[in-house]
């Protein structure tokens, strides 16, 4: 009679302790987190902070705009002026209108030193490439307008290898290559030539590669009319 009781009391006891600890693991206060999942939690909640912060400043920016787009309404004559500002503005940026300021012309050109036993004649060679890196790391370094053999590059602009010529808005352009930037001079001639600089790199390589600091430089507008023939505004 006293094993009975005794096995009841453990069993019993066994169960009671088994409810407690798996309601202790369910009530979300004793669940086991790992150090990533927090930090994962920590980063998300802290790029949340950061698109409130974007938007709430998006908002006032708006709301600035908007003051001044009435008062100038207000005004006569004033809120036509303000259109024509913004007009040209965005005539600048989007290159329909030749442009000018100091910046580098930068001359790109094909190796003329002697080829390795074995080696690819493309490595001497200026390609499509070469150009596109180039115009990426005058970008990065605060190029505001940049132009390839008098070519304005626009959001349209395509750069491509052509047989021994290189594609350009429709055009086919031949050895050397003068890539011209307007912006800060210095800081766009320093990113070029720097040790880890991609024209450094071209001429480690034995192609022709130049940089020359210019006061005043002239590019031109976008020749053409760009279409957009998809895409359409999001009301």
Same mark, same amino acid.
Request: proline share 2%.
């Given at each position: ?67 001044? #787009?009435?008062?100038? #309404? ?5 809120? /036509? ?8 503005? #965005? ?27 074995? /080696? ?16 990426? /790391? ?19 602009? /395509? ?77």
């Amino acid at each position: 009679m006293k094993t009975r009781k005794l096995f009841i009391f453990l069993a019993c006891l066994v169960v009671g302790f088994s409810l407690t600890v798996q309601a202790r693991m369910t009530n979300g206060q004793h669940l086991y987190v790992s150090a990533k999942v927090i930090d994962d939690l920590k980063t998300t909640i802290e790029s949340e902070h950061q698109d409130i912060d974007n938007v709430r400043q998006l908002a006032a920016d708006t709301a600035e705009e908007l003051a001044e #787009y009435e008062k100038a #309404y207000a005004s006569d004559g004033d809120f /036509e002026a303000k259109l024509r500002q913004e007009l040209e503005y #965005y005539k600048l940026i989007s290159g329909a209108v030749d442009v000018r300021g100091e910046g580098v012309s930068v001359t790109i050109d094909d190796g003329t030193r002697p080829l390795y036993e074995g /080696e690819d004649p493309n490595n001497v060679l200026v390609h499509d490439a070469d150009l596109l890196i180039v115009i990426n /790391e005058l970008k990065s370094a605060g190029a505001e307008a940049v132009a390839i053999n008098g070519q304005r590059i626009a959001n349209t602009t /395509e750069v491509s290898c052509s047989g021994y010529t290189v594609r350009i808005n429709d055009q086919f352009f031949a050895r050397p290559f003068r890539i011209e930037a307007i912006g800060d001079a210095t800081r766009m001639a320093a990113v070029l030539v720097a040790p880890e600089g991609y024209g450094t790199l071209l001429k480690d390589y034995g192609l022709t590669f130049e940089v020359e600091i210019k006061d005043d430089i002239l590019i031109k507008k976008i020749e053409g009319q760009t279409r957009y023939n998809y895409m359409e505004k999001v009301e």
